[in-house]
């Protein structure tokens, strides 16, 4: 009767395995749609936090009353990433480069003025029509190509409801 040798595990194995199954869990608990809105009605900032609400898509509603066009930036790629790391697991330990996502701007409010998407460092040159008109919503893919370097493409619009 052959004897059988049992696996051994090395501790390095469990815990990778371990930390896969908590950024699981934490990606898990993410909706896969998240929602913010913004009343701005001058130029504004979005945080890493709005950016990132969703696992999927990430709507920023743009609810305030433009009396003229404004521009809309986008946090640093460094702070998204971070916020990424948070919401997927202890911060620098989850890798989420490759990382994309859409997020939908939606220009609600009044006037006949347009938010106009512009980004902070990191993000490289953005692709597309980058403005959002009242009543309008537009789409954009946005992809983690680093540690502190991403893309911005819009993909898309439509009229709100």
């Given at each position: 009767?052959?004897i059988?040798?049992?696996?051994?595990?090395?501790?390095?194995?469990?815990?990778?395995?371990?930390?896969?199954?908590?950024?699981?869990?934490?990606a898990?608990?993410?909706?896969?749609?998240?929602?913010?809105?913004?009343?701005?009605?001058?130029?504004?900032?979005?945080?890493a936090?709005?950016?990132?609400?969703?696992?999927?898509?990430?709507v920023?509603?743009?609810?305030?009353?433009?009396?003229?066009?404004?521009?809309l930036?986008?946090?640093?790629?460094?702070?998204?990433?971070?916020?990424?790391?948070?919401?997927?697991?202890?911060?620098?330990?989850?890798?989420?480069?490759?990382?994309?996502?859409?997020?939908?701007?939606?220009?609600?409010?009044?006037?006949?003025?347009?938010?106009?998407?512009?980004?902070?460092?990191?993000w490289?040159?953005?692709?597309?029509?980058?403005?959002?008109?009242?009543?309008?919503?537009?789409?954009?893919?946005?992809?983690?190509?680093?540690?502190?370097?991403?893309?911005?493409?819009?993909?898309?619009?439509?009229?709100?409801?």
């Amino acid at each position: 009767m052959p004897i059988k040798i049992p696996q051994i595990i090395a501790p390095s194995e469990v815990t990778s395995e371990v930390g896969n199954l908590v950024q699981l869990i934490n990606a898990l608990s993410v909706p896969a749609v998240g929602y913010a809105e913004k009343t701005d009605t001058s130029a504004a900032t979005v945080t890493a936090a709005e950016l990132t609400t969703g696992r999927n898509i990430s709507v920023i509603a743009m609810t305030g009353n433009l009396g003229a066009g404004a521009t809309l930036t986008l946090p640093t790629v460094a702070l998204t990433v971070a916020a990424l790391q948070a919401k997927f697991g202890a911060a620098g330990d989850v890798d989420v480069v490759g990382t994309s996502w859409l997020v939908r701007v939606a220009r609600g409010g009044t006037g006949s003025f347009a938010w106009t998407l512009t980004t902070a460092t990191g993000w490289g040159t953005l692709a597309g029509t980058l403005t959002v008109t009242i009543s309008q919503w537009r789409d954009f893919l946005l992809t983690i190509t680093s540690a502190t370097t991403g893309t911005v493409q819009s993909i898309g619009a439509g009229d709100t409801p």
